[in-house]
């Protein structure tokens, strides 16, 4: 008898913590959304991570400044197929974000032209 009265109190006592514990985090989050607090942490994640720069990218890639868009994705093709065959899943994904990089450069580009 003992035992199943201290097991129903166990069991009460911890879906009263559950539940204080979800309101707080819900409470935590409203006041982090009304000071911006939010926000600023995603800036800080994003500044933290290490953004790969257009000239680091182009040296992976090994493309010049002034190469066009198709020059850069047949350099990103012939590396990503070599990487692809006997290379490292490191090296492949370098190739990769460094494209992403330079994608974001060249397309405005292309589509303030169009």
């Given at each position: 008898?003992?035992?199943?009265l201290l097991a ?12 204080a514990f979800v ?78 990089c330079l994608e ?11």
């Amino acid at each position: 008898m003992a035992a199943r009265l201290l097991a129903n109190l166990i069991i009460m006592g911890s879906g009263i913590m559950a539940r204080a514990f979800v309101q707080a985090y819900r409470q935590a989050l409203a006041n982090a959304s009304k000071n911006g607090v939010a926000q600023e942490a995603v800036q800080n994640i994003r500044r933290g991570s290490k953004m790969m720069t257009e000239a680091e990218a182009r040296q992976i890639l090994g493309v010049a400044e002034n190469a066009t868009w198709e020059e850069i994705l047949q350099k990103y093709d012939n590396l990503f197929e070599r990487n692809a065959k006997n290379g490292t899943f490191y090296l492949q994904s370098k190739v990769h974000r460094a494209k992403e990089c330079l994608e974001t450069v060249h397309q405005p580009k292309e589509q303030s032209t169009n």
